[in-house]
C-alpha cells in the first residue's frame, strides 16, 4: 500500500490480514507462524472490496476464484461465505466505533 492508511482503515486492514490468515486459511497454514504471510498477495483486494462496499457475493467470488485458480484447490463455499460475513460484520463494528474518520 503506497499510501499513510487512517486509524479506521488500518484497523479494517489489519483486521482483514487477521481473518484471511487465521480463519479463511484455505491451505491450513494458520498454526505457522512462518507462514504469516501466506495471503498477503489477497489482502490489499479484499480490503478495497470491504472499504467499496462491494457486495457479499462479488468478495465470495473472489475468494473462490483464489482457491481454485491461484491455489490450486477446490473452492470451499461455505468457508468462503462465513469468512466474508465475518469480515462485513467486522467493517460494521469498526464503522460504528469510528462514525466521523474515513
Not at 490489499?44 to 467470488?61: A, G, P, R, W, Y
Not at 482457491?67 to 463455499?77: A, F, K, V
Request: with cysteine.
Amino acid at each position: 500500500m503506497g499510501k499513510k492508511l487512517s486509524r479506521k482503515d488500518n484497523e479494517l486492514y489489519k483486521s482483514t490480514d487477521e481473518v484471511l490468515h487465521y480463519i479463511w486459511d484455505p491451505i491450513g497454514v494458520s498454526g505457522s507462524p512462518y507462514a504469516r504471510d501466506e495471503y498477503w498477495a489477497y489482502l490489499s483486494q479484499v480490503f478495497s472490496m470491504l472499504k467499496n462496499n462491494e457486495c457479499k457475493e462479488n468478495i465470495v467470488n473472489y475468494l473462490l476464484s483464489v482457491e481454485e485458480e491461484n491455489l490450486g484447490l477446490r473452492p470451499n463455499q461455505k468457508n468462503a461465505e462465513n469468512t466474508v460475513d465475518f469480515l462485513i460484520e467486522h467493517k460494521k463494528k469498526i464503522d460504528e466505533e469510528n462514525p466521523n474518520s474515513t
